[in-house]
């Protein structure tokens, strides 16, 4: 496709005039006009202002099938920066990032038949799809080597703990994370740095005097794992914070929910670590 008519999709695809694109150039409508017929080609520091007026790179604005990272972030970024407002950027977040799992689990091309991929990768369906482009209820989670991820979006009616009544460790979690102290001393461990361990008198030095008893629970959920050493002759009980996956996305979740009641991933073993959208 020549440049002219990538100019004219671009164009069309924004919703500008003719006459709109030239305003923003600040060139003559009956210039955008001949590029787009081909009767006359933007020089370089023209095409770069075209790219940028359509949030693309001139990757994409040429037709250049291999990008690098930073053409793709480029792009991702100029198009993130045109949206206003805050709701508006939020949900072109959500666009992007449903996007990227459809290509990171089907490909590019093709009609793209959920129903199959879950048929055959022994995916666990709760409500929703395996890329819910909506915000609203519990996606769905996999077990396939993979492909194992857990997505969860706003909370359904039920609550999540109806969601997750048959998965006791999970459920466990979100449980701990109804309790204030709990979330907070959670978020300061994972400031830490993973395997940190630590005793009763610097739990109460650093998170108060009831931090004991909080602790105590998040371990009776098997969320906080203890260990014994013997000091003095003397057996102490050591506290150890392990970033699990399931206790980094709840915290994220915590973090979401409280601030912004927005969208979140946790994600299992093969990511590093789960993102708000």
Not at 189 to 207: C, H, P, Q, S, V
Not at 226 to 236: C, H, K, L, M, P
Request: proline share 1%.
């Amino acid at each position: 496709m020549s440049i002219g008519k990538k100019i004219r999709e671009y164009r069309s695809a924004r919703g500008f005039t003719q006459e709109e694109l030239a305003g923003m150039l600040s060139v003559s409508p009956q210039t955008v006009s001949k590029w787009e017929r081909g009767e006359n080609i933007p020089d370089v520091e023209m095409l770069c202002r075209i790219a940028d007026v359509f949030c693309v790179s001139l990757d994409l604005l040429a037709e250049r099938m291999v990008m690098d990272h930073v053409s793709v972030a480029n792009s991702m970024q100029g198009f993130y920066n045109s949206q206003e407002g805050k709701a508006s950027r939020v949900h072109t977040t959500r666009k992007l990032a449903y996007t990227a799992e459809l290509i990171s689990y089907f490909g590019i091309g093709g009609a793209i038949n959920i129903d199959n991929y879950v048929e055959s990768h022994n995916v666990d369906h709760v409500t929703g799809s395996l890329c819910n482009e909506y915000n609203e209820g519990f996606a769905l989670g996999s077990n396939h080597e993979e492909c194992a991820f857990v997505s969860i979006f706003e909370e359904s009616k039920d609550g999540y703990g109806q969601v997750f009544d048959e998965w006791g460790d999970y459920k466990g979690i979100f449980e701990a994370l109804a309790d204030k102290d709990a979330v907070k001393i959670l978020h300061a461990l994972y400031r830490k740095k993973d395997g940190f361990t630590f005793d009763d008198e610097w739990a109460r030095i650093n998170f108060g005097e009831n931090a004991v008893e909080t602790l105590e629970k998040l371990t009776a959920l098997m969320i906080l794992p203890t260990t014994y050493t013997v000091v003095d002759g003397i057996e102490v009980r050591l506290w150890v914070f392990n970033r699990r996956c399931a206790v980094v996305g709840m915290l994220v979740m915590a973090y979401a929910l409280k601030k912004y009641h927005s969208i979140f991933d946790l994600n299992s073993d093969n990511r590093d670590i789960p993102y708000v959208r």
